[in-house]
């Protein structure tokens, strides 16, 4: 009976082997996830193509009063800083735009340059745009020239999401 032990030990040393090579094999796969298998650098460079893919959205519906989009877009603690120097949280900012106070018929992105940090979950965006308001009341169109920065957070949960926003009128062009 004591030889039989050890005889059955060595019998089942091959399935103990291949039970412990399951999870290296599994780990390994795992491995091979997009988010696990690339560099900081990739995951920021993939953050800040999606995020410049947003900020394109997000003027197309601030144009459109998409207020769905919005609310997911614009953080809770937004400070939403307008070109005039005037602060708006989120709420403010969203209730300017139902009342028509802050009105876009056309928003036109003339550059836009996008860095992601932090392994693709913050990104810094500078860039310049071209608002296109309602004509002013003596018929003059009432365009204005922009430089802005913004910064944005991922949320684990709600995504990419604006925690701040400020911009400067520009000079317009001389003719």
Known sequence: M???TPLAFLLALPLLTFAQAAP???RHNTALLPAQSSSPAQRNAAAAKEVEQLERQR????????????EKAFADDLIYTHSNGKQNDKTEYLQSIREGKSVYDKIEVENLNVRAYNNGMAAAVNGQIIIYQPNKPDGTPNVAHLKYVTVQIKDPQKGWQVVLWQSQKQPEAAK
């Open 2 to 4: 004591k030889r039989l």
């Open 59 to 70: 003027f197309a519906a601030q144009v459109s009063k998409d207020f769905t989009f919005l």
């Open 24 to 26: 290296k094999a599994a």
